[in-house]
């Protein structure tokens, strides 16, 4: 059974950065897995807004281009997430979890950790 620990969320005025950690206990094999940040905004769906391979490939949503990073270390069963130049629209619960062949989530949702950002 993987637990799946995020941290480093909180508030933070526009403009901002904050950096997000996953930690995935009890993963086998972590560093073969796809892994994502997923997000929640009030109100609406869970969304992924970027994933990384086991090779370190990454992709990002269209919504974070540029300002957010995403990275792993395999050594510790983590992956973090860089959220730089925040805006209040990046206001919502960040979760991360291991994907699939169709970007699906794959183990049990952690609690995820809150991030809110002020004008």
């Known amino acids: 059974q993987v637990q799946l620990v995020e941290s480093g969320g909180g508030l933070v005025q526009a403009g901002g950065s904050l950096n997000l950690s996953c930690t995935a206990s009890?993963?086998?094999?972590?560093?073969?897995?796809?892994m994502a940040w997923f997000r929640q905004a009030p109100g609406k769906p869970r969304e992924l807004v970027a994933s990384i391979t086991g090779a370190r490939d990454s992709l990002y949503a269209d919504s974070v281009q540029g300002r957010f990073t995403i990275s792993r270390d395999n050594a510790q069963n983590t992956v973090h997430l860089q959220m730089n130049n925040l805006k209040p629209e990046d206001t919502a619960i960040y979760y991360c979890?291991?994907?699939?062949?169709?970007?699906?989530?794959?183990?049990?949702w952690g609690r995820g950790t809150r991030v809110t950002v002020s004008t």
């Open positions: 009890g993963a086998i094999f972590f560093r073969l897995t796809d």
């Open positions: 979890n291991r994907i699939n062949s169709e970007r699906l989530a794959v183990w049990s």
